[in-house]
């Protein structure tokens, strides 16, 4: 009786431990995917660029000829020279927005011609941007010059890239035509905060305060129509299969993952297709969003954090769709 | 004068050329008829001797590979005439996919004994079911077939008819169409290194191989780590959850990224990105909730999957009164059907009073139906439209074959939500 008994705890033991094909693993694998945001025991790029940003004030001489100091980063590609273009690009868009000016020139294509890259000497650049006047718009001269361009690892990406960088119109006469200048130095980086903020409240499954933070209750002021089209933060309506009138809340992450309201398993964090697994499906008609600042600076969440959040809700799903009669 | 000269010169060239093209595809689409005649006898000679003399294996070995040849010939002459960019498509089009379907059924009278020909047929039924993906016209397998067939005593007009007399199985399957994008040369996932399995099933499609599945991943992944492009391939998989696991990567929690969930008889898309150093499988997903709202112009309902509005969530009115309004959008719907149809085809409806009885039932049925979980797990709007005629047939005309038009007329009220 009691070699029985120790059996069945031993295959109950068994059961918990087991993946999806029957293969036991390690709890401390399982442990890995815990702590999403210090994991690998690194710091953030976020925290990085702050410190950068405190101390990395701009040069005197610089602000003396009308230059303005904007800090960039990027950590979305698995390459440094990628990840260096993006960063002065979001640098350098940064700039233009608080001279509240558009480009004129493929800023891309020009930065991919001559890329930026920590171990070699491209520092300067030149663009044309439109200068809106009353009467429509004036081409000027813009100058860029990098002054900091470092790879740093750090938890989103082991080759994330940050960037300091000083603009100013090639000519003063076009200096004298913009009327305001702001000094945010990087929306970028309030957007990675704020998106840090939500990812953190997803991984502690407080989904309420993350609605908040996405002003989901407002007014949407675009609605995607394709999954290619959502980006971070992005809401969506799931409905019961068996009752269409229940509906529950899906938030985009990114990378076809989500998070969402189930009808029997709190909220979860899945991939699409993985809803129908509880009965429900995405309404693709539902497709909101009322916070456009991730999408109007091509903000994505890291790529390890979405791995990380999805295997963490991922041990628990049931294995197989439910049958069409018991849904 | 000139002008006219030079007009006549070339109506007096291209005319000849334009002629010849004419006869050039005129001649082609006879000889896919010939073939497609030729498969559909050898289909019912295969009949004959696989029931008749069971023994006869190489003589069954002969026919299949004879209806390869054929179908692999329509299939020449379709590929041909589709990038001729000719007008009249839908003819070569209906012949191909019925060339397959038929291949298709050959396989199934083997499965029983091989049971791979299932997943062999599955292939088959979903290339031929592809040509009918971005087209509104009716699919092939709810038409009528050229000429009646003949299987076991009984004569079947329709293809739809046979299979789900002689093909019940391939129902059982479901169809995974899956897209590759974002991978770059640099990747350094070794294709060679994966294997697809399957980790849960209903009991009764475990009977079913999904052998060519491993393949078909493999070498579409190869592909695009060389050519460094999206790539888009099917795979016919039997009901099912099922992932992709990487000999090389030690990481048994991977295996839940790139899990898919199969039900069956379902056509399901599916794309696969690159996550830090996996992949990650996920479905684009198609459903929406039907709209009535879009689709009544007098709707007095609560708005209830409104697009873009998710109105669904300013629900005011009781179940009653949406049940109501929903079915008067419905019956609206139908009526204004009816206009694009030969409904004198559909039962007996020049009388008047089967007629507003038709309406009710046909309304009834499509509400229940697209208020079921049914509506979001099948095939396409014409597998819905086929489903929904059944039903009103059984309640108009048991016994007897759902009439084309019907389906159509259904297929159209579906396309309004």
């Not at chain 1, 299969?241 to 809340?249: A, D, G, M, V, W």
């Not at chain 1, 109007?296 to 890291?302: F, R």
């Not at chain 2, 329709?158 to 991978?183: H, N």
């Not at chain 2, 719907?333 to 009885?357: C, G, H, Q």
Request: charged share 25%.
């Amino acid at each position: 009786m009691r070699f029985f008994n120790y059996m069945l705890i031993i295959g109950c033991f068994l059961c918990l431990n087991t993946d999806a094909t029957g293969q036991i693993f390690d709890k401390s694998i399982l442990k890995r995917y815990e702590e999403c945001w210090s994991a690998k025991k690194e710091i953030t790029l976020l925290d990085t660029v702050k410190v950068a940003m405190s101390k990395k004030k701009i040069e005197e001489h610089f602000r003396r000829h009308d230059f303005i100091q904007t800090f960039g980063c990027a950590y979305e590609e698995n390459d440094i020279q990628q990840n260096s273009i993006r960063a002065v690009y979001r640098a350098i868009i940064q700039s233009t927005r608080n001279r509240n000016v558009e480009l004129r020139d493929d800023l891309l294509a020009a930065l991919r011609a001559n890329p930026p890259r920590p171990d070699n000497l491209m520092r300067e650049y030149s663009i044309y941007v439109n200068i809106p006047l009353r009467n429509g718009v004036k081409a000027a001269r813009y100058e860029i010059k990098i002054l900091d361009l470092v790879a740093v690892s750090t938890i989103e990406s082991s080759v994330s890239v940050w960037t300091r960088i000083v603009t100013r119109f090639a000519y003063k006469e076009d200096f004298n035509k913009v009327k305001e200048t702001k000094q945010v130095e990087s929306e970028f980086v309030q957007v990675m905060q704020k998106a840090q903020e939500i990812l953190t409240a997803i991984e502690r499954k407080k989904f309420s305060s993350m609605k908040k933070m996405l002003s989901i209750g407002n007014v949407a002021d675009v609605y995607p129509e394709t999954i290619d089209e959502l980006s971070f933060g992005d809401s969506m309506h799931l409905f019961d299969e068996h009752n269409q009138k229940k509906t529950y809340l899906g938030i985009y992450l990114g990378k076809g993952i989500f998070a969402s309201e189930t009808p029997d398993h709190g909220v979860v964090v899945c991939k699409f297709g993985e809803e129908r697994l509880y009965g429900i499906r995405i309404d693709t008609n539902t497709f909101r969003r009322t916070t456009t600042i991730f999408a109007e600076l091509n903000y994505q969440a890291p790529e390890i954090i979405l791995q990380c959040l999805f295997i963490k809700f991922g041990t628990k799903k049931p294995q197989g769709l439910p049958s069409l009669d018991s849904i | 004068m000139k002008t006219h000269i030079i007009i006549s010169l070339f109506i007096f060239l291209a005319l000849p050329c334009f002629c010849f093209g004419q006869s050039h595809h005129k001649v082609l689409i006879n000889k896919m008829e010939e073939y497609e005649e030729d498969i559909q006898n050898t289909y019912s000679e295969y009949q004959k001797v696989y029931y008749e003399r069971k023994s006869s294996k190489s003589e069954l070995l002969a026919f299949e590979e004879i209806i390869s040849v054929y179908v692999s010939q329509i299939l020449e002459i379709y590929e041909t005439l589709t990038l001729s960019s000719i007008k009249m498509m839908e003819k070569p089009r209906d012949i191909a996919a019925r060339s397959l379907i038929f291949r298709a059924l050959t396989y199934l009278e083997k499965a029983p004994l091989n049971v791979e020909f299932y997943e062999k047929a599955c292939y088959d039924y979903y290339r031929a079911l592809d040509m009918y993906n971005e087209s509104e016209k009716v699919p092939v397998i709810l038409k009528s077939l050229p000429k009646p067939i003949r299987v076991a005593n009984i004569e079947y007009k329709r293809l739809i008819d046979l299979i789900e007399a002689k093909g019940k199985e391939l129902f059982s399957f479901g169809k995974v169409q899956i897209v590759l994008k974002s991978f770059k040369i640099t990747s350094n996932l070794n294709a060679e290194s994966f294997e697809f399995i399957r980790f849960s099933s209903p009991a009764r499609t475990r009977k079913y191989t999904y052998d060519e599945a491993e393949t078909r991943i493999k070498s579409a992944f190869n592909e695009i780590l060389i050519n460094n492009n999206s790539n888009n391939f099917f795979l016919a998989l039997p009901e099912g959850s099922y992932f992709i696991r990487s000999r090389t990567i030690d990481n048994p929690l991977f295996p839940y990224l790139s899990a898919i969930y199969v039900r069956a008889n379902q056509q399901q898309e599916y794309v696969i990105e690159p996550l830090v150093d996996w992949i990650i499988m996920y479905e684009n997903p198609t459903t929406k909730q039907p709209d009535f709202y879009k689709a009544g112009d007098s709707y007095s309902g609560n708005g209830h999957g409104n697009s873009n509005g998710g109105s669904s969530f300013f629900l005011s009115r009781n179940k009653d009164e949406d049940d109501a309004a929903n079915l008067s959008v419905i019956d609206d719907a139908l009526t204004s059907a009816m206009e694009n149809v030969d409904i004198n085809k559909i039962f007996n409806l020049r009388d008047p009073w089967i007629r507003s009885r038709f309406a009710n039932v046909a309304s009834q049925t499509i509400s229940i139906h697209i208020s079921s979980p049914h509506y979001f797990n099948t095939w396409s709007k014409w597998w819905d439209a086929w489903e929904i005629s059944k039903n009103i047939t059984d309640k108009f005309s048991p016994g007897n074959p759902v009439p084309t038009e019907l389906i159509q007329l259904v297929y159209l009220v579906l396309q309004k939500f």
